[in-house]
């Protein structure tokens, strides 16, 4: 089955600073991909998801992830960050065209501060 | 112990037709989720609880849509008058509380409007 770590449960970054927040896969087919955010009292919302092609992926928001095969890794990352960034993300992996058995990472808490 | 759980798995009807979805909850889990997942798509965020109230409508597609939760336990998701669209993957999710915890995803219930 396949399987996700994301690496750091919690992030602190400055406001302006590089966002990097790491995922790791385990899937023993080609995956599909996928980073989701979850702002407080709100729930999940898909930021963006690789499925075929393009392994560098944008998202909404400025976010972008490139899908590493080699380091089965699928990084999410923002050059800037902004206040309102701050919030809960989510990996995800599904190993099925229909997404029926997505598996979630435990979630990385992004802070940023002023 | 026992994981989310959703019934029926699967529900075949024809449009026009009510249907109620059910999904009982992780014990102990206070919050609680719907989303919708077609085919090829991540998960669209319907609505979610925290308790027995319902913070964020937000995701509801139309008025036929509605969902309630009572005793902070089990929630039917109703679809009146459904639609061909609304054939989709019904997933629900609960986590301990909202917003900062991972959620766990019950096995969905598969819809397919006639």
């Known amino acids: 089955a396949q399987s996700v770590t994301q690496l750091g449960s919690h992030v602190s970054v400055s406001e302006g600073a590089l966002v990097l927040l790491r995922c790791n896969y385990s899937?023993?087919?080609?995956?599909?991909l996928f980073w989701y955010v979850q702002y407080p009292n709100q729930g999940l919302q898909l930021l963006l998801k690789?499925?075929?092609?393009?392994?560098l992926v944008k998202g909404i928001n400025g976010f972008e992830a490139e899908f590493k095969k080699s380091e089965t890794s699928f990084h999410l990352t923002k050059p800037s960050a902004h206040m309102s960034d701050a919030a809960e993300y989510f990996c995800?992996?599904?190993?099925?065209?229909?997404?029926?058995?997505?598996?979630f990472g435990a979630g990385t808490r992004l802070t940023v501060k002023p | 112990g026992a994981g989310v759980s959703q019934s029926p798995s699967n529900k075949v009807t024809e449009k026009g037709k009510d249907v109620e979805l059910r999904c009982d909850p992780i014990?102990?889990?206070?919050?609680l989720y719907w989303y919708r997942q077609s085919l090829g798509q991540g998960l669209e965020f319907l609505i979610y609880?925290?308790?027995?109230?319902?913070?964020?409508k937000s995701g509801l597609p139309s008025d036929r849509f509605s969902a309630e939760r009572t005793g902070g336990s089990v929630s039917t998701l109703t679809i009146q008058r459904t639609q061909q669209e609304d054939s989709a993957v019904y997933l629900c999710?609960?986590?301990?509380?909202?917003?900062?915890?991972?959620?766990?995803f019950g096995p969905g219930t598969r819809l397919l409007v006639l």
């Open positions: 014990s102990g889990h206070t919050a």
């Open positions: 999710a609960s986590s301990i509380q909202a917003g900062s915890e991972t959620q766990y």
């Open positions: 690789y499925t075929t092609g393009a392994t």
């Open positions: 609880f925290q308790g027995n109230s319902a913070p964020d």
């Open positions: 899937s023993s087919v080609p995956p599909y």
């Open positions: 995800a992996v599904s190993d099925r065209e229909d997404n029926n058995d997505m598996r």
